[in-house]
């Protein structure tokens, strides 16, 4: 029998609903590539949508071309 983990359950189900990843509010995100790299999944995380940062985000050198500067929004951006 495959072992399966909850890392894997939870980024299946992410996968398969849509979302892009998990947010713990005002604490961190991640996305279903790298799973909570923190090494565990909060209870408060909810799912999401990756989304680009805007200006004012508080990322140190702020860049709107750099796919590097995200978040996870738990509203569905327009076109996804």
């Excluded at 140190?60 to 327009?78: F, M, R």
């Amino acid at each position: 029998m495959n072992e399966i983990t909850v890392h894997q359950i939870v980024a299946e189900w992410l996968k398969q609903n849509g979302y892009d990843g998990l947010a713990y509010p005002g604490e961190c995100a991640c996305l279903t590539d790298d799973l909570a790299p923190c090494g565990e999944i909060q209870g408060g995380c909810t799912a999401g949508y990756r989304a680009l940062c805007a200006p004012g985000c508080g990322h140190e050198g702020y860049d709107p071309n750099d796919p590097s500067c995200w978040h996870i929004q738990l509203k569905k951006p327009e076109g996804k």
